[in-house]
């Protein structure tokens, strides 16, 4: 593939693997979340599939493409470039794929990052989306300014629970994107841990995202032994990077200055036991107004911009403390 450079950044410290897209595999063949629209891979959909079988974990349909070995790209995004330009010189930077500038391909502009996976055989995955709301507060803004109804998000509404839309949604046969963002949240374990698991990829390549409903911190816990195949080496491993993870977030000039949502966390591990945890997905975290900063732990009230990311990730790892003091 001919990839026309728009601005390399040296290369910071990479440290191993990938981004997220799924794939279908194994008993359960569901593809991930968003990748109903898969596009075409042209030639190099063969290769692309071969070598990322987990396809687009998070992150919209037909948004990747194969880079140079251990580069993924990503189709442009200007927040997520501005968020991963920034982390280059920021504490968090070893906890996030490394960026190597923008290219170019067929007309379409990509941002080239480091691939999560590549230092992994055969690895298993998960993605976990931070946070108490997955919306932004400029696009609840934006929503009340310019309501658009979404057919899209009834019919998935009523694939889950055909008495959750309300009678006039019914008549409408479609809803808000805030109001369906906010029922997943609640259904969910959006709002009552601050975190949600999105998909899961297995070794065997069995992927599910059938978590919609995983609300309970139980649910949580039975899903996240059986990602890991029960194996308490690998989440005591977890565990201590994501407290490691939370230390530098709390030290971090960036963190403090963004309101961070819809972001996940990208876990893997492979058979050699080598497990590792990232951030990604910068697509909504927005810069907010000098000189204002977030907890990341207070409760969200619409203006205050606070996401609960802080608070999300404690309870992640007070639940992982949990399960492995059983
Ligand atoms: C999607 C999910 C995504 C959201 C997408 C939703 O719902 O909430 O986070 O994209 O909105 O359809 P689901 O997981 O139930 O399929 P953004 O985070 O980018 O807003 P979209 O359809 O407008 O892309």
Redesign the pocket.
Known sequence: MRLEALGQVPDPEGQGAARSEAQAGGEQIRPW??LKNMVHWSPCVVSFRKRYPWVQLAG?AGNFKAGDFGRILKKHCSNEQQCLERLVSDTLQPYVPAYYGLVEHEGETYIQMEDLLSGFDAPSIMDCKMGVR??LEEELEKAREQPCLRR??YD?MMAVDPAAPSPEEHTQQAVL?PRY?QW?ETLSSTTTLGFRIEGIKKANGACSTSF?KTRQPEQVRQAIWDFVDRDRHILTNYLGQLKDMRFVLEQSDFFKAHEVV?SSLLFVHDHSKLARVWMIDF??TVPLPAQRTLTHRLPWVEGNREDGYLWGLDNLIALLGKMLSE
């Open positions: 979340r968003r919209h997955t919306y899209d998000m998935k994107k963002m997943r919609k819809g697509g909504k």
